[in-house]
């Protein structure tokens, strides 16, 4: 009877430990899309771990990297549903839902990264009012490398890529398909790899990175390097999990929110060039565009940034001139 007695009295102990833990610990889940080895994943992690640091424990972030918990398109519904507390999307995906999260995504509206950082000024008031609408908030945003053009053959205009298959991530790059006469098909990047071996795409514009994650160099071995756009990245959290935190938690996620964009930035800069240097030792030419293959795409880019302003409205126009202005 004794021994039952402690043994009891020893459960209960535990049960109130466990109990006092879950009290203690929050944990999120951050769904990603794009692999565990990409910079912007690799800056997620940390992200997540500086939280960790700060907060001794009380917040694990766990980060689900290459669309394992959501596909790319579904992750902005996910974190505004709650089903993920928080997820990285990339803004050029919505434009269809709204034209300013696409302004990012525009060929030569800002085409450096001093230009992406302008650009990002003018955007987040913006964006960070309609993502308050939709039960969001912004924590971070980091550029992608600038886009260049991939294929399987040299081209020296745009011309040579009528009828090429051509993958797109987003409205905007379908939208350069058709107006260059190639033939889009969207695959996001976690199914690009599959895509290019499977022959249903055979061409693409995208950056240095996405071009080392998913082996481009495998397939294709023309990159010009056109820095046309740098579309960004952003991490949302759900605003009912962000708000269920206590001040001091909420305070180590903006800090650690802050420190990931400027570290984003920087890895972006960094992976640029590491990662052209890397198609070059995978036998990719890397090649700077011919002079008619830059009016010619800039001549898709003038279009678009047309095309976007009339859909865009009041709105877009706001914008252009704060960007303009800065
Ligand atoms: N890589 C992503 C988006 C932009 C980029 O550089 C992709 O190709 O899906």
Not at 138 to 156: A, D, E, F, M, R
Not at 243 to 250: I, M, R, S, V, Y
Request: proline residues 4%; aromatic residues 8%.
């Amino acid at each position: 009877m004794q021994r039952r007695i402690f043994s009891l009295a020893a459960t209960a102990a535990v049960f109130a430990l466990t109990a006092g833990l879950a009290q203690a610990q929050t944990k999120w889940d951050l769904a990603a899309a794009y692999p565990a080895t990409n910079f912007h994943s690799e800056n997620m992690v940390q992200f997540a771990n500086d939280i960790d640091k700060a907060t001794g424990g009380k917040l694990k972030i766990t980060v689900h990297s290459n669309a394992s918990l959501f596909k790319a398109p579904e992750i902005k519904r996910a974190v505004q549903g709650g089903q993920a507390q928080a997820g990285e999307i990339i803004f050029a995906n919505f434009q269809n839902e709204w034209q300013i999260y696409g302004a990012d995504g525009l060929p030569f509206l800002a085409d450096s990264y001093d230009e992406s950082a302008k650009l990002y000024k003018a955007q987040k008031p913006l964006i960070e009012k309609k993502l308050a609408e939709q039960g969001m908030s912004l924590l971070y945003s980091v550029p992608w490398p600038p886009q260049g053009i991939y294929t399987k053959k040299p081209l020296s205009s745009a011309a040579d890529l009528k009828g090429v298959k051509w993958r797109a991530y987003s409205p905007a790059t379908s939208r350069i398909a058709e107006l260059v006469g190639a033939q889009p098909v969207t695959v996001q990047a976690a199914e690009l790899s599959q895509a290019l071996a499977t022959g249903v795409v055979e061409s693409t514009m995208t950056s240095g990175a996405t071009g080392v994650d998913s082996k481009l160099f495998e397939h294709l071995k023309y990159y010009y390097d056109m820095q046309a756009w740098l579309p960004k990245n952003a991490v949302l959290v759900n605003k009912k999990a962000f708000d269920a935190l206590d001040k001091a938690t909420q305070d180590a996620v903006l800090k650690a929110a802050a420190d990931a964009e400027v570290r984003g930035v920087a890895a972006s800069k960094r992976v640029n060039t590491d990662t052209l240097e890397k198609l070059k030792a995978n036998g990719v030419q890397v090649l700077a565009p011919s002079a008619q293959l830059k009016a010619d795409m800039k001549k898709v880019g003038d279009t678009m940034i047309k095309e976007w302003l009339e859909k865009a409205g009041p709105e877009g126009k706001t914008l252009l001139d704060a960007f303009n202005k800065s």
